[in-house]
């Protein structure tokens, strides 16, 4: 009987030859996909800031419904990167050690994927927050700034374990919703998909690193009292290695476990 969904092991068949797609891709090609990957988490973190922020009464009420709706603006960004072609460095955590564990790919391929990624994932998120977000004047006025900057500071506030742990559940979510893209078989599907971890995700206030790489800068440029040392040993590090756990071990490992290893 046909269906309209990908079984298990079909997603993760597909999750492995995306990963194998990525490591044969010529480099400059591949720069420019994770320069995308991180411009259009950047523009879902700058939708939320827009509508959440722009709703201070509701806030100091109801900030539930204000992380609600935070939640379910966000995954905008994660649906582009997946339908209109972008790479993310959260969603190789899981995608190119689904490869690895399998032998399709070699650790190389696996380090030099993560750190592309990784840096080219910032200066997008980062275009994003100095030109079309800070240069563009969307939020150098009230409610949006203070909201973002408190926003910011917030995830500054933690200790390196909270962090570390926040960015496990982060990206536990983001692998997991990628997950859900693949097992859908037209738009609709994957972007149902997409959308419910991530929504679930921001809402909880877990921590993303490239969804920070658009937050915490946005907020230095726009005044806040945050130093740049601050952001990345504060948050970036421990978001970070908390997003390769999750990734990696609670969705690439353990599906590679439970579906694919019978196959190897």
């Known amino acids: 009987m046909t269906t309209n969904y990908n079984t298990p092991t079909a997603i993760g068949e597909l999750f492995t030859k995306s990963g194998q797609e990525k490591a044969a891709m010529p480099i400059t090609k591949f720069i420019v996909m994770a320069l995308l990957g991180g411009a259009y988490i950047a523009f879902g973190g700058l939708l939320t800031v827009i509508v959440a922020g722009g709703m201070p009464e509701i806030g100091a009420t109801n900030p539930g419904l204000v992380k609600l709706i935070a939640g379910a603006l966000f995954p905008v960004g994660l649906i582009l990167v997946v339908l209109a072609g972008g790479d993310l460095f959260t969603s190789d955590c899981a995608g190119m050690t689904l490869c690895v564990v399998q032998r399709k790919n070699k650790w190389t391929a696996l380090v030099r994927i993560w750190s592309l990624s990784y840096v080219f994932n910032f200066f997008g998120a980062l275009f994003v927050a100095y030109v079309m977000t800070y240069k563009a004047g969307l939020i150098v006025a009230e409610p949006w700034t203070t909201y973002l900057h408190h926003l910011a500071e917030t995830k500054l506030s933690h200790d390196f374990l909270t962090t570390f742990i926040k960015g496990i559940g982060a990206n536990w979510l983001v692998c997991l919703a990628v997950w859900f893209g ?3 078989k037209d738009v609709a599907g994957k972007a149902l998909g997409l959308w419910i971890p991530v929504m679930l995700f921001v809402t909880l206030g877990y921590e993303h690193s490239i969804a920070n790489m658009f937050f915490i800068p946005a907020a230095i440029f726009t005044g806040a009292p945050i130093t740049w040392l601050d952001f990345v040993t504060v948050n970036l590090i421990p978001a970070t290695l908390g997003n390769i756990v999750g990734g990696a ?15 190897d």
């Open 249 to 263: 071990l609670f969705v690439g490992m353990a599906y590679w476990y439970v579906y694919l290893r019978h196959r």
């Open 182 to 184: 693949y097992a859908g």
